[in-house]
């Protein structure tokens, strides 16, 4: 079956650095994407990356190695405002987007 | 530009009752999607559609309908409501469905079915 693993939940601390791993076994891979989701709001598209190595936009970085099955997010200089669901999401071989349950980060001040 | 927008943000239905959820986006996407979201659980595909006239089945389809008459809609149907469709309803649209194409997702629908 197709699986992607991130962890339940994690806090850190304002202007600190988190990284938000996500593992995958999909039938296929097209790419693998980051989103945002506040409470009670949609996700947000973060980052994409279907080539190894690491892709940075601002405070938040993106990293895939595909021969090992895993991904993780980076996050740099931890605002209030990054407290959110960081969801992990695969497209498969058939386009479509096999979704992680998501990390809920805790910021404290 | 609205983006995507759906109708409406909160229901409570009775089991047995039916309902149709209404998604529309302005940004003249080919693609659309709706998924439920629960909690502890990734967010699971229903049913899509990659061009006006066309739907298929996503991941966890029974219980649901769709229809795509205009590019711009997509509506989701319960027929007959039960208390496992309890969700929060998003719907997504993109240009396409392949590689690097993000989904821009409405704002959700929480159903509570009783």
């Known amino acids: 079956g197709q699986n992607i693993d991130q962890p339940t939940e994690m806090t850190a601390t304002e202007g600190a650095i988190v990284q938000i791993n996500c593992t995958y076994q999909?039938?296929?891979?097209?790419?693998l994407f980051w989103y945002q989701q506040h409470a009670g709001e949609a996700p947000t598209f973060l980052s994409y990356?279907?080539l190894d190595g690491l892709e940075e936009k601002g405070r938040f970085s993106s990293f895939l190695s595909r021969t090992k099955g895993y991904s993780y997010l980076l996050l740099k200089e931890l605002q209030m405002k990054d407290s959110a669901s960081y969801l992990c999401?695969?497209?498969?071989?058939?386009?479509?987007?096999?979704w992680g349950a998501g990390t809920k980060l805790i910021i404290k001040p | 530009n609205a983006g995507v927008t759906q109708t409406p943000k909160f229901r409570v239905l009775k089991t047995g009752q039916s309902m149709t959820l209404l998604c529309a986006q302005d940004?003249?996407?080919?693609?659309m999607y709706w998924y439920r979201q629960d909690p502890g659980m990734g967010l699971r595909l229903i049913h899509y559609?990659?061009?006006?006239?066309?739907?298929a089945k996503g991941e966890v389809p029974d219980g649901y309908n769709v229809s795509r008459l205009k590019k711009q809609n997509f509506l989701l149907g319960l027929e007959s409501a039960a208390p496992s469709q309890t969700s929060v309803y998003f719907c997504?649209?993109?240009?396409?469905?392949?590689?690097?194409?993000?989904?821009?997702f409405g704002p959700g629908t929480r159903l509570t079915v009783l």
């Open positions: 997504a649209s993109s240009t396409s469905g392949e590689s690097y194409n993000e989904q821009f």
């Open positions: 940004m003249n996407h080919e693609y």
């Open positions: 559609s990659v061009g006006e006239g066309t739907t």
């Open positions: 999909t039938s296929g891979f097209n790419g």
């Open positions: 990356n279907v």
């Open positions: 999401a695969v497209l498969d071989s058939n386009y479509q987007l096999i």
